[in-house]
């Protein structure tokens, strides 16, 4: 029997339906296009610095020495990704000279102007109401190595569990996030989905934990070897895709 999901073809052996009880989502260029969203929340955060230390040097060169500087103090940073842009806030005052103290008690101010523009969104067309739709069906939970915040995005309802690579300990490729989920629920692989638009951060180490996995392409990055189970083009395809993850005609 062979699924088509535009234009993606899946082969079922089985006849009987698989069990799907949890879906789990990548979210940056997943549910949103994440670009547009950094750029506005960089130059919100600029008017900040601006507004209380005009004439301080925040061009992205500048500000990109302190974070070159940080890391490679503390390579956990790399994905601790929000305390890592609150030192470089601090970095940046000190160099422009504030004291540790006041650079520090500064920085926490700035980085809350950088989330709360971080945090809002536009959703891809058809995102949040093919959300709600499948979290009525199934568990729903978020798995990122970025920095949303579903509480901040009003989706508390929709996701029963969110994790980021800051709080697991690693970012994705690694399987701690894939883990964590399956912890969670208390789920075996096969009855959960993973559903992300990277084929070697997503695709690939959801499908080495032994899950289903959706493959969002939105166009911009290369298959290599993934072989998803589903791919899709449009999220508001992903009922469509479940279903074919269950096996149903």
Not at 78 to 92: D, G, L, N, Q, S
Request: net charge negative; proline share 5%.
């Amino acid at each position: 029997m062979t699924r088509r999901i535009r234009g993606h073809a899946r082969r079922t052996e089985d006849s009987a339906l698989m069990t799907i009880k949890a879906i789990a989502f990548d979210l940056d260029d997943t549910l949103w296009a994440v670009t547009p969203v950094i750029i506005r929340a960089e130059k919100l955060l600029q008017a900040w610095f601006d507004e209380h230390r005009p004439g301080l040097d925040v061009s992205r060169e500048a500000m990109g020495a302190h974070r070159e500087v940080i890391v490679r103090n503390d390579p956990s940073l790399r994905y601790r990704i929000t305390e890592m842009r609150r030192r470089v806030i601090e970095a940046t005052l000190r160099h422009g000279g504030d004291t540790e103290t006041t650079a520090e008690s500064m920085s926490h101010e700035g980085i809350e102007v950088f989330l709360k523009a971080r945090n809002e969104i536009e959703f891809f067309e058809g995102a949040l109401s093919t959300l709600r739709h499948l979290s009525a069906q199934y568990t729903l939970g978020a798995l990122s190595n970025g920095n949303a915040d579903i509480r901040r995005l009003g989706l508390s309802d929709v996701f029963t569990f969110a994790y980021s690579a800051e709080q697991v300990g690693r970012p994705k490729p690694a399987p701690d996030l894939f883990h964590v989920a399956l912890e969670t629920t208390g789920l075996a692989p096969t009855e959960m989905v993973y559903v992300g638009d990277n084929p070697e951060h997503d695709i690939d180490p959801a499908n080495e934990c032994g899950m289903h996995t959706v493959w969002v392409d939105n166009g911009t990055r290369d298959p290599g070897t993934s072989q998803p189970t589903v791919r899709i083009s449009d999220i508001r395809d992903l009922p469509a895709a479940i279903n074919a993850v269950r096996g149903e005609p």
